[in-house]
């Protein structure tokens, strides 16, 4: 079995993080037509799953998702590299979040607006705290293992 701060794990998941963010900016550089669009086909096929599910919360999960994801990964970073931070993990998905509405203040069809900042902001605060606890439960079975072995 891989151990979870292994060389390999060190270097993937740092390169996961900052693909998610290209990801995530790639979205952001989409003129507000093509990202309408895309919108609408997430929405026409969760409609058949969940009918009356509106346009504006599927964009605004949309969110929330792309930035839960981004603070798991940049907590789980934080944890490979034995720091055992909550704060710098959380400010650098904050920056991610500002850069972001930032970066689509330029494109067009497009708006920042504070309160997106706002909601992928909590979207890498529950990553974190999901990622944290992960973390936490990893420890300890990893805790029980070692002492059933040694009692």
């Known amino acids: 079995m891989l151990h979870l701060k292994s060389s390999r794990l060190r270097?993937?998941?740092p390169l996961l993080t900052v693909l998610w963010f290209a990801f995530i900016l790639a979205r952001s550089l989409k003129s507000g037509v093509?990202?309408?669009s895309e919108s609408s086909l997430v929405h026409s096929f969760l409609q058949g799953l969940v009918p009356g599910i509106t346009m504006h919360f599927v964009r605004k999960f949309a969110h929330?998702?792309?930035?839960?994801?981004?603070?798991?990964?940049?907590?789980t970073d934080d944890r490979l590299y034995g720091r055992?931070?909550?704060v710098w993990p959380a400010l650098l998905g904050l920056l991610a979040a500002c850069t972001d509405e930032l970066v689509q203040r330029f494109v067009p069809q497009r708006s920042g607006e504070i309160l997106d900042v706002l909601l992928d902001?909590?979207?890498v605060l529950t990553?974190?705290?999901t990622a944290l606890g992960l973390w936490t439960l990893l420890e300890k079975r990893k805790g029980r293992k070692e002492r059933n072995r040694r009692g």
């Open 84 to 86: 055992r931070n909550f």
């Open 127 to 129: 990553g974190c705290w």
């Open 64 to 75: 929330f998702l792309e930035y839960f994801l981004l603070g798991g990964l940049l907590l």
């Open 121 to 123: 902001f909590s979207g």
């Open 11 to 13: 270097i993937l998941f």
């Open 34 to 36: 093509q990202s309408h």
